[in-house]
């Protein structure tokens, strides 16, 4: 069962103001029919010290290689903090099994008070107070930092949140590409990292696991899931900044850009940037961050920090506007998450414009002619039971598996992604749009020309044998697509309802 406190009472108080009683009716029966049970296991003294060891073979390793040990900056922007938040956020990072780091606190209280508590936590060489002649807000604040760093890495850390003992270990395995059996795995070297999180209320107990993808970037134009933690390269860090007039969804700003500085870089050297990218931004699938939750934060009270949500729309806006896409971002039910409405050079000539503007087909084709990166549109296929519509297709994984089968056509799903735009291992041919340019590829691994089906311009899929394994072919040609350097794009606003 969904986790019941005052907090999330406040939530959908919010979410039925926003959204109306029906939609809220059905997200209080999704969220209460939750079972899933998370428990966060903290590490015991002995594993610590496995861990500390561990980390010891590992340097020792890398310099007998005569590879560089990866150092981190962790820039904390600090104003009028709570001095036990500080004193834990300082305590977490002391306690670090990996000791290549410096933590800066960039103070802009007109007192003392920070740097007071600062000299009631147990001494560390690696804490470095810098005092601000002013509060600039939380991105000038950060940006203050810039000239004081020294690592190779720099680590954003909210003033109130908390860091798992292992986390800059781990980090510092996935940016010199180490697996856990020991074998190297990338040879390209990461310029961002990023890990899953979780809430904390401060005390005991953890909750709402944020269990996230590898990098998937349109799952990031629908939600900012990177989140935290996050290391940056020192040098691109340093280049894109924070922005001041994106505060309240400056990470998201600072990802998207760093996203878009990706993709110019690889289209410069390689034509193709899916790969480069992928390789480029790695993720840690461990919890190494605890998001704490009070009233003041984002997490606890999404009305607390409504600008934020305002400003992570313009942030995805400035993304789209920036990669030359005739694209609106949009906001969708819940805080926080929003969806690109992409026209085609029709639609503005016919002066369309507006969510939900566009029939099924042409929305795809509006993708298609502004994603040069998207190869095919796969949507969502339900099929009918006695309790309603559920999915039945569309997003598979590359074992066949389908995402989200079985949720309700009233649910979101898991955070929200059964909802949300994403990047696909695969799509099912029964609700497939492909691009022209990949259509004689589709013809070469499925073994019949693409036909477009006249009522919503997908494939046509009685052209296929009768006998035809859809999940074979669907996952044949979409790995050719992929192989092609192409992304094959789920939206989960096309639907299909089987009979």
């Known amino acids: 069962m969904g986790k019941f406190s005052i907090a999330n009472l406040r939530k959908l108080i919010y979410y039925l103001r926003r959204n109306g009683l029906r939609s809220t009716f059905h997200a209080a029966k999704e969220r209460l029919g939750e079972t899933e049970k998370y428990e966060y296991h903290e590490l015991s003294a002995q594993e610590r010290e496995e861990l500390t060891s561990q980390a010891e073979e590992m340097v020792a390793k890398w310099k007998a290689k005569g590879q560089s040990v990866p150092k981190f900056s962790i820039l904390v922007p600090a104003y009028r903090t709570n001095p036990v938040f500080l004193k834990e956020l300082v305590a977490s990072v002391c306690d670090q099994v990996y000791p290549y780091w410096e933590l800066l606190i960039l103070d802009a209280t007109e007192d003392d008070s920070v740097r007071k508590a600062l000299s009631e936590c147990d001494g560390d060489a690696g804490i470095r107070y810098v005092h601000l002649p002013f509060n600039g807000g939380i991105?000038?604040?950060?940006?203050?930092?810039?000239?004081?760093?020294?690592?190779?890495?720099?680590?954003?850390?909210?003033?109130?949140?908390?860091?798992?003992?292992?986390?800059?270990?781990?980090?510092?395995?996935?940016?010199?590409?180490?697996?856990?059996?020991?074998?190297?795995?990338?040879?390209?070297?990461?310029l961002v990292v990023y890990s899953d999180e979780d809430k904390w209320d401060g005390a005991k107990e953890y909750y709402d696991l944020n269990r996230k993808e590898d990098f998937n970037l349109d799952l990031l134009l629908s939600n900012n899931y990177v989140c935290h933690f996050l290391v940056m390269e020192r040098e691109l860090f340093c280049k894109l900044k924070l922005r001041k007039d994106f505060d309240g969804a400056q990470d998201y700003d600072l990802i998207l850009r760093a996203t878009a500085e990706l993709i110019t870089r690889a289209k410069s050297s390689w034509g193709s940037e899916v790969e480069m990218v992928q390789q480029s931004i790695r993720h840690v699938p461990k919890v190494l961050y605890h998001w704490r939750c009070h009233k003041a934060s984002t997490a606890e009270n999404p009305g607390s920090k409504a600008y934020a949500y305002e400003a992570g729309k313009r942030a995805l806006q400035d993304f789209a506007d920036g990669q030359g896409w005739n694209a609106k971002a949009q906001d969708l039910k819940h805080l926080g998450f929003y969806r690109l409405d992409y026209l085609s050079e029709k639609a503005k000539e016919a002066g369309a414009a507006g969510e939900g503007s566009a029939a099924p087909g042409e929305a795809v084709l509006a993708i298609l002619e502004n994603r040069e990166d998207v190869g095919a549109v796969g949507g969502k296929i339900y099929q009918k039971t006695g309790g309603g519509n559920v999915v039945a297709g569309g997003r598979m994984a590359e074992d066949g598996s389908v995402y989200y089968e079985g949720l309700k056509e009233e649910f979101s799903g898991y955070l929200h992604?059964?909802?949300?735009?994403?990047?696909?291992?695969?799509?099912?041919?029964?609700?497939?749009?492909?691009?022209?340019?990949?259509?004689?590829?589709?013809?070469?691994?499925v073994g019949v020309p693409y036909v477009t089906d006249k009522a919503t311009g997908a494939f046509d899929v009685k052209a296929l044998p009768a006998d035809a394994d859809l999940r074979s072919l669907s996952l044949r040609f979409c790995k050719a697509l992929r192989e092609e350097g192409q992304r094959i794009l789920w939206d989960p606003n096309i639907t299909k309802y089987l009979s």
């Open 417 to 445: 992604r059964g909802v949300l735009t994403q990047d696909a291992e695969a799509v099912d041919l029964r609700c497939i749009y492909v691009s022209k340019k990949n259509r004689s590829l589709f013809q070469k691994t």
């Open 139 to 190: 991105s000038e604040n950060t940006n203050a930092g810039i000239s004081y760093v020294t690592g190779d890495y720099v680590g954003l850390l909210d003033h109130d949140d908390i860091l798992t003992p292992d986390a800059l270990y781990e980090m510092a395995m996935a940016i010199r590409g180490e697996t856990k059996d020991g074998l190297e795995g990338s040879l390209r070297t990461p």
